[in-house]
């Protein structure tokens, strides 16, 4: 765009870029607008002073020059619809942009749009790279997703996972415990946990349903059959996974199933409800 600004050799600010980017905007919408057309409506936005809207389209565009845009211009509070573009231009680059402005871009923010995100990416790995970062420069401040990040650090560097147990004092004692023990092939040991301390039988099915094991159903068969309370919960589980029936049929006689009517109501409307889908 700047040689068809310097075309006839006047300086660009001679021009107004006013009338050439309102004619330009409305294509803006288009899936076939290229990429150049946009580069282009970007440098004109940088000489209208509209520098947010210019690095909308840098951003978009993936250009690596984004982030001298951000720091010369001062953008960081403009950053925060774009993250996931950044890091996929440069997450080391994102990364510390992020941390170091902490204050500005809030960590939820950056974790809902690294988890939401419809991008070609490894959304997982990008959100590993973050939360590391962020803890190594303050162990607190993303203390919300701490029990997410006994889950990343044991899929992406798991040399770094004792450490943050012993250091982080904001996940799940018992779910770290139950996680740690599961990767460790402790699993009966695992689901033990999960079901006498955590007392979360939806994790329960589905720690077992990730380990393959048909041993490890009936493992969580027997142990709940040492609660009344916990049978109810399994059976409100068993759809797609265990034969309600079976269960039912190994309960001691006496065992009384708090609502085991109502639940087994549920268990046939919700396995109609699967087998009509």
């Known amino acids: 765009m700047s040689r068809v600004l310097l075309a006839s050799g006047k300086p ?11 004619a330009i905007e409305p294509q803006l919408n288009s899936s076939s607008m290229a990429d150049s057309l946009k580069e282009s409506l970007a440098e004109l936005y940088v000489i209208n002073g509209q520098y947010e809207k210019a690095l909308s389209l840098y951003a978009e565009l993936l250009k690596p020059e984004v982030f001298e845009f951000i720091e010369k211009y ?27 402005h902490r204050d500005i871009i809030l960590p939820y923010e950056v974790v809902e749009q690294l988890l939401h995100t419809s991008k070609k990416c490894d959304k997982r790995y990008l959100l590993h790279l973050y939360l590391h970062a962020l803890f190594e420069i303050d162990i607190h401040a993303g203390k919300d997703f ?15 996972l004792l450490p943050f147990l012993l250091t982080s004092q904001h996940y799940r004692l018992d779910k770290g415990a139950s996680f740690v023990l599961g990767r460790m092939g402790n699993a009966k040991e695992a689901l033990s946990t999960i079901i006498n301390k955590l007392e979360d039988m939806q994790e329960a099915v589905e720690f077992v349903t990730e380990q393959h094991d048909d041993e490890l159903w009936e493992e969580l068969i027997r142990q709940c059959l040492q609660k009344p309370e916990m049978v109810g919960n399994l059976l409100e589980h068993t759809v797609g996974n265990l034969d309600p029936l079976y269960i039912v049929s190994l309960v001691p006689d006496g065992l009384e199933i708090p609502r085991l009517q109502d639940r087994l109501v549920k268990i046939v409307t919700d396995y109609r409800t699967e087998t009509s889908l």
């Open 146 to 160: 701490h029990d997410m990040q006994v889950e990343l650090y044991a899929d992406y560097e798991t040399r770094m």
């Open 12 to 22: 660009p600010t001679l021009y107004s870029a006013s009338p050439v980017i309102s």
């Open 74 to 100: 001062n953008l960081y509070d403009a950053i925060h619809d774009k993250i996931v573009n950044l890091m996929i231009v440069d997450n080391k680059r994102t990364v510390h942009l992020r941390t170091q």
